[in-house]
């Protein structure tokens, strides 16, 4: 009798902590503007609607309360801050509010807790371990690999008669495969069916994770498994895992038959080769997936440890990239002067080379920079990032409570008039050093910033350079969807509801004065 009566004092106590806590953090979110909300169910038949709509709502919302609003999808809240002090203010805190919430655990069945994902002194460990395959050596020897793959969709292009109908599923093509052959060391065009397999399952597998991040009920795996969603994202992911484990496998017996020489040109400290031995193995570059493996004969990480990073960087590496050179297509195609100013810079850089790029070139080329910088102010590729609070936080007038998750809105800093006069205008001379030194330094967040930022954010733009000045050099970028008439939805990356087409005018170079491109 007396355990039991314990028992339920202590069961009663414990509801009263959190019904307390909880009334607490109601309280408090509840002082935070927002739409109209129902009893209950708070925003959820809006979060339910179309992708489409809840773009709508939150472009609207961010207009109608700035700087913060909520959204109560049931009795999960999700706040919303836009202006820079407040992000600085989470991003750039090295101790605490580096959670990424929830929102990314459905993630887990494919990515693990690799570097996107894990927290705490794994990702210090992840990141420190992985930092070096970003290196200049190692970049230098990347930057082959996307060049190689621009030429391709150059060709592509040329054998086409310029119009193409779905330009991000061109691009997506070439990002793809240009991650994958820098993460893993293979190219996809040697795989036949299996890489068609392999990029079809990296579609399917982010259009069901979107699906299943606007149901909040669908969130735990047992639940979601049953579901016919749940069923085909086990078959891809089954295709996914199956691909990444059969190129490490063959990655690791390349380095048993080898005896292992190549792996021992990695340094312990900065995964770096030595410059003697950059000629004679020039042919095997390596990969991120060889500093792994280097990595693991040292006892630091295992094989699945291996595959989280190798998924992670496939996934990150291949959407996002895609989607800001889609977007720097379109842009450029609109905007003639500024498209030519950028062809002139590349021409007389690449006809003083004989038409061949190099990373020293891409390096030289300010104005093209500038150009995919305010490309990427405009169309940022991630719209927000998340983070939950791991103490109460005061964002402008409001106390926001402990475990409350936050949404970064990338794409409304980015068109803040505050900081960016006339935002809505392209401007690629907005990143001139001097007004970047003037400007707020978490007013352009297209790589995110503080501890957790984009630890690839340069080989990305080498990447969109690489590709962006072969195809200026190559083509004039006409435009036939524009802009103005794409209708956005709420994604994991910033999408647009259809495929957009794009024509590309071959330049004739092989004409008297002009130097033939060895792009073509």
Request: net charge neutral; charged share 25%.
């Amino acid at each position: 009798m007396i355990i039991t009566l314990f028992t339920l004092g202590a069961i009663f106590l414990v509801l009263l902590y959190y019904s307390f806590q909880y009334g607490k953090y109601v309280k408090l979110i509840n002082k935070i503007p927002s739409l109209p909300t129902l009893p209950l169910l708070g925003h959820t038949l809006d979060l339910m609607g179309s992708q489409e709509n809840l773009w709508k709502i939150q472009r609207v919302s961010c207009k109608l309360h700035y700087p913060i609003y909520k959204l109560w999808c049931g009795p999960i809240a999700f706040v919303s801050v836009h202006h820079p002090d407040d992000v600085e203010k989470i991003l750039s805190n090295t101790k605490e509010h580096l959670l990424k919430g929830y929102l990314y655990d459905i993630f887990k069945p494919w990515l693990g807790t690799g570097l996107l994902i894990s927290e705490g002194v794994k990702w210090h460990k992840r990141r420190k371990m992985l930092t070096p395959t970003f290196h200049f050596k190692i970049l230098k020897q990347f930057v082959e690999i996307l060049i190689e793959e621009g030429n391709c969709m150059i060709k592509c292009l040329k054998d086409t008669d310029g119009l193409v109908d779905d330009l991000m599923c061109l691009v997506s093509k070439h990002t793809l495969n240009s991650i994958c052959e820098t993460a893993m060391g293979t190219s996809l065009h040697e795989m036949g069916e299996f890489q068609h397999q392999y990029r079809e399952a990296v579609h399917e597998v982010g259009k069901i994770l979107t699906y299943r991040a606007m149901r909040p009920w669908l969130f735990p795996n047992m639940i979601f498994s049953l579901t016919s969603m749940g069923k085909k994202f086990n078959k891809n992911l089954k295709i996914l895992h199956g691909f990444t484990e059969k190129i490490i496998e063959e990655r690791k017996q390349y380095h048993n038959d080898t005896n292992e020489r190549f792996l021992t040109h990695l340094s312990n400290d900065t995964g770096m080769l030595d410059d003697e031995e950059m000629t004679g193995i020039k042919k095997k570059r390596l990969a991120m997936l060889d500093l792994l493996i280097a990595e693991a004969h040292n006892n630091q990480i295992d094989d699945l440890g291996i595959r989280e990073e190798v998924d992670t960087f496939m996934f990150e590496g291949h959407d996002t990239v895609a989607m800001g050179l889609t977007f720097a297509i379109l842009v450029l195609a609109e905007h003639k002067d500024v498209q030519e100013c950028a062809r002139n810079e590349i021409s007389a850089l690449m006809e003083a080379n004989g038409g061949k790029l190099t990373m020293s070139m891409l390096n030289d080329m300010p104005y093209l920079e500038r150009c995919l910088k305010e490309s990427l102010r405009l169309y940022p590729s991630v719209p927000l990032i998340s983070r939950v609070l791991t103490k109460d936080e005061q964002i402008q007038s409001y106390l926001v409570p402990s475990g409350t998750i936050l949404h970064l809105n990338i794409i409304d800093i980015h068109r803040d008039s505050n900081f960016w006069p006339n935002p809505d205008v392209l401007d690629p001379d907005r990143f001139l050093p001097d007004k970047i030194q003037k400007r707020h330094p978490y007013s352009h967040l297209p790589f995110s910033a503080g501890p957790r930022n984009c630890i690839g954010q340069r080989f990305a733009m080498l990447e969109m350079k690489a590709i962006m000045a072969s195809l200026i050099y190559n083509f004039y970028l006409e435009p036939v969807d524009y802009l103005k008439d794409l209708r956005f939805m709420t994604d994991m990356i910033t999408r647009v509801t259809g495929p957009i087409c794009t024509r590309f005018v071959p330049i004739d170079r092989t004409s008297p004065g002009s130097t033939k491109s060895s792009l073509i």
